[in-house]
């Protein structure tokens, strides 16, 4: 009950737009399905923006979300390659994540996808399956990042038991010391995915044809 109430007066003290810093917003689907009934009920409106998993999205929470005023949900898609999800340990699937984007992207919400590069299993040919998974679902927005060995993770302790990273280092870009491409090559492969991303005409029509319909929705 305290988050419409917050979100009240957030409107009350002029903002439009929210982001909620729960990485597991969506973790709980029924108590997001009754915050967002609170919020027609109340005529409460903010532009809200959050990022979950794949797998949390479908059409029907994706209705209800449009309908409490949810404006952009922020995708951790990680990667266009199932075997690459599988070396993540994401639990979720390629396919998955082309319908969670679908189901946003129908509803009228705009769509971001994060996508990393340089897992040490991945070469030429994942670049590719990246970015033809990027172009071929509605993505309005994409980025492309570079693997990182941060401290904490499953990937850090790992790496750090083989004696490839050292006690003090806490954030370390991919690179061949993992057993994969250079940090050159992951560079340049992010290169490419962007600017074949985001230089297609279709894409920017694609956009305009969205802003128009979620604005006149």
Partial sequence: ADVPAELAELGRQGHDTVIMADEYFLTNRRRVAEIMDVLVERGIRLRIIFQTRVNSVDAEIARKLKAGGVFAILFGIESGADDVLRFYNKGTTVERAR??????????????????????????????????????????????????????????DDARKRGLIGPSEYWVDADERFGGATAAEIAEWRRTAFRRFYMRPQYWLRLLRKCIRVRSG
């Fill in 99 to 156: 319908k969670a984007v679908a189901a946003a992207d129908e509803a009228g919400i705009f769509t971001y996808g994060g996508i990393i590069m340089g897992a040490p299993i991945e070469n030429r040919g994942h670049l590719e399956e990246n970015i033809r998974f990027a172009c071929g679902i509605p993505l309005d927005f994409v980025s492309f990042h570079h693997l990182v060995y941060m401290y904490g993770t499953p990937l850090w």
